[in-house]
């Protein structure tokens, strides 16, 4: 059986193809205004990287912001149920989640079969999201992917005590009018995420192992803030950023 599973994020669009229990491929591109073509273009990609044909396709599942938007698609999944597939798919010993996106975060706690049993989400402020560290990283003139490695050299972290988005820009901006040290700001930018998703996370109950996904997995300035706030190694696979259109993709192989 060949399924796929697509996640539409406000940020990023990723694609999952799984083959007869396998995941053969997955693929990750800018969503840019039209989530539909998105969706369409993500799966063209994963199809034409393996060679497997439209007509092959036996499912396909879409979730994440855009879901409702991928009219190609057999169903649309939420997120939550999405990503507590994927991650039990990837590392089965999983029970708690936390998932950092473009405009939202979340956390989850699995039960033994990987089901979500409780979750917490904060989808109404764009702090502790990307695209806050987006923001963050233009008004401090870094590059995104540069973000975390460059926080790692902070010797003392920047105090950012705002858990507002707005506010927390404004801090940063006072920062750096003073003069304060580029690397102090970023960790201390790291630091507030930090304290804001554990905060989350804990609503939900930290069960270890807990699995970080997303596409802010990838800050490695976040991850370590995280992990010091939970007191706990996070796991981060290689797919943290597809895990959602993983578990789409896993779940397409369940419809009838």
């Given amino acids: 059986m ?6 539409i994020g406000s940020i990023t669009a990723k694609g999952a193809l799984y083959i007869d229990g396998e995941i053969k491929n997955t693929k990750v591109i800018f969503t840019g205004y039209n989530s539909e073509a998105a969706g369409k273009m993500v799966l063209e990609g994963l199809l034409q990287e393996t060679g ?6 036996d499912k396909i599942v879409s979730t994440g912001y855009g879901r409702n938007n991928v009219k190609l698609a057999d169903k649309a999944i939420t997120e939550i149920t999405c990503h507590g597939a994927g991650a039990f798919y990837l590392h089965p010993g999983v029970r708690t989640i936390i998932d950092i996106g473009g405009q939202d975060s979340k956390a989850m706690s699995l ?24 923001v963050m990283a233009r008004a401090l003139g870094v590059d995104l992917n540069d973000f975390g490695e460059m926080s790692l050299k902070s010797k003392k972290p920047s105090k950012i005590s705002s858990l507002c988005a707005v506010f927390a820009e404004s801090e940063v901006i006072s920062l750096i009018s003073k003069g304060e040290c580029r690397e102090n700001i970023m960790a201390g930018i790291h630091e507030s995420i930090a304290v804001r998703v554990s905060a989350m996370a804990r609503r939900v109950g930290i069960i270890e192992p807990v699995m970080m996904t997303g596409g802010v997995a990838k800050n490695i300035g976040v991850v370590k803030a995280l992990e010091e706030k939970l007191n706990t190694k996070l796991i981060i696979t290689q797919t943290a950023q597809e895990n959602g259109a993983i578990g789409a993709a896993i779940l397409a192989a369940a419809l009838n």
Avoid: H, P, Q
């Avoid at 497997?52 to 396709?57: F, Q």
């Avoid at 039960?111 to 987006?134: H, P």
């Fill in 52 to 57: 497997i044909s439209r007509e092959a396709v």
């Fill in 2 to 7: 060949i399924t796929v599973g697509i996640d």
């Fill in 111 to 134: 039960d033994e079969n990987g089901k979500v049993r409780e979750f917490s989400m904060n989808d109404k402020c764009a702090a502790g999201t990307g695209r806050f560290l987006e």
